[in-house]
């Protein structure tokens, strides 16, 4: 394997690190039980997330029908990300995914920096998903808390992770299969009502699209608003090349996945919007209210609506939460092996980094605590620095493909299995891409906030990457010197 330095600092290969083992311990290593099929629906089913069905009401609410063209713009913007990380994915698969890739392209300040933002995203989310789901059982049940529920899901997932990664990815073959049917069945039924071949229906034509306000009824300032609902429910589409590092054959996961995202965020994101707002008037109360996905239902007259989407929507948070869980404490012992966090978090049994989900578990349920205790103040802080966290890894992405490639085309051309479009000129507009959503952001009053504490956040992460990386190199400057 090719050897190329990050910056100045130690001469190491941070991809065989990542996958061997921390250095210096006994050998164990991450397992490679992931199957192709686990792989294929964890890339399939990451589309359909939580944010789709949970938040997506609030983007239409803004947008109107324009909330089509926010997820079809911020989509092409996934496509271009998802394209050159699983360009990076497919030469060298990590666990450590773009945090390894920004350390060997910038150096081990930016790989810590982008390691540890998305490690306190994922952990912040973990929490957040556990009491979007609590509360669904909580309707279900009354008479029940939901910090219970919560504890007995972080116990769940915490069980399964611990026994073994095929564990993990059981559970999100499962828990995909039953989303994709769902969003699948959904868009079945729409379309009948559309073109008025479902019983009961007619046919609505552009009514919903154009009136009411028009396509774009809150002008531009609506669609802002639309664009960043959309970037945030895009979000966690990274961790099937998180999780192609523990497949049995990491090259092929990862093309297969990435040369199929474009059908499938079409499909799932713009096409679900499209049956929405073409349907269902956007400014109907009821699609904040109930949700986007109940309402259309209801519209249908589907019997119980309400209730197989809480169920849809319950599956799709608990995968979130597992996924997550994976996704963090991955990253975790990722970081750890590079030498950029603490060592007991590298410890690895039976294939798993067992204190490394522990941590992450256990920093889930804080964020519970958090919103327990102060959900108008510290839950709120917490939730506004890690608002625009995905925008800043996209563009540790896009930065650290632009000079990994040129690299790989040098040193090993063989590994460019999956190659990015048009390079280098669409890595360049995916770039300008992320650098226009945070303008959008900061433009927008209810958003600028979370741009300064993510900017805080990345600033702050930044300066102790470069510390450490200064200390890291007058250690080794020492040694020589002997």
Request: net charge neutral; hydrophobic share 55%; proline share 4%.
């Amino acid at each position: 394997m090719n050897r190329t330095p990050a910056s100045s600092a130690p001469e190491r290969d941070v991809e065989a690190t990542d996958k061997t083992g921390m250095p210096g311990d006994s050998g164990a290593s991450l397992s490679h039980s992931l199957k192709q099929r686990h792989l294929s629906m964890i890339a399939l089913g990451g589309v359909i997330g939580a944010g789709l069905f949970v938040s997506s009401g609030l983007g239409i609410a803004a947008a109107g029908p324009s909330i089509v063209l926010a997820y079809a713009l911020s989509g092409l913007l996934v496509m271009l990300v998802m394209r050159m990380l699983g360009e990076m994915s497919a030469a060298n698969p990590a666990s450590g995914s773009f945090s390894v890739y920004a350390e060997r392209a910038l150096g081990p300040w930016a790989g810590f920096t982008a390691g540890w933002m998305y490690w306190t995203l994922l952990t912040f989310a973990v929490g957040v998903e556990g009491l979007g789901a609590a509360g669904i059982m909580t309707g279900w049940f009354p008479e029940t808390e939901s910090w219970m529920w919560v504890l007995i899901f972080m116990i769940v997932f915490l069980g399964s992770n611990l026994a073994s990664v095929k564990n993990f990815g059981e559970f999100e073959f499962w828990f995909a299969a039953l989303k994709v049917g769902a969003i699948g069945l959904f868009l079945v039924l729409g379309l009948l009502a559309i073109f008025g071949v479902l019983p009961g229906t007619d046919a609505p034509g552009t009514d919903n699209l154009t009136g009411h306000g028009g396509f774009m009824p809150n002008g531009v300032d609506g669609l802002v608003v639309g664009l960043v609902a959309s970037v945030i429910a895009y979000g966690g589409l990274e961790t099937v090349t998180i999780a192609a590092a523990e497949s049995e054959n990491p090259v092929k996961g990862v093309a297969n996945a990435v040369r199929t995202a474009m059908w499938r965020i079409a499909l799932f994101y713009i096409g679900s919007m499209l049956v929405i707002v073409m349907l269902i008037p956007w400014n109907d109360p009821k699609v904040v209210g109930d949700g986007p996905y109940v309402s259309v239902l209801n519209h249908l007259d589907i019997p119980a609506a309400g209730e197989i989407m809480n169920v849809v929507v319950l599956v799709a948070l608990l995968s979130a939460m597992n996924a997550n869980i994976y996704g963090s404490s991955r990253m975790a012992y990722s970081l750890v092996a590079r030498g950029q966090g603490p060592a007991f978090l590298g410890k690895v049994s039976g294939g798993v980094p067992r204190l490394a989900v522990a941590a992450s578990c256990l920093f889930g349920f804080i964020t519970v605590l958090l919103n327990y205790w102060s959900p108008d103040k510290v839950f709120v802080w917490v939730a506004n620095m890690i608002g625009a966290v995905v925008l800043v890894v996209w563009g540790f992405i896009a930065v650290s493909q632009l000079q990994m490639r040129r690299r790989l085309e040098r040193e090993s051309p063989e590994k460019l299995v999956v190659r990015m479009w048009a390079f280098p000129y669409l890595t360049w507009v995916a770039l300008a891409g992320v650098l226009a959503f945070l303008a959008l952001m900061a433009r927008q009053e209810g958003t600028r906030e979370q741009l300064y504490y993510t900017g805080g956040l990345t600033v702050v992460l930044a300066v102790l990457g470069i510390i450490r990386q200064k200390a890291a190199e007058r250690k080794q400057a020492a040694e020589l010197t002997r």
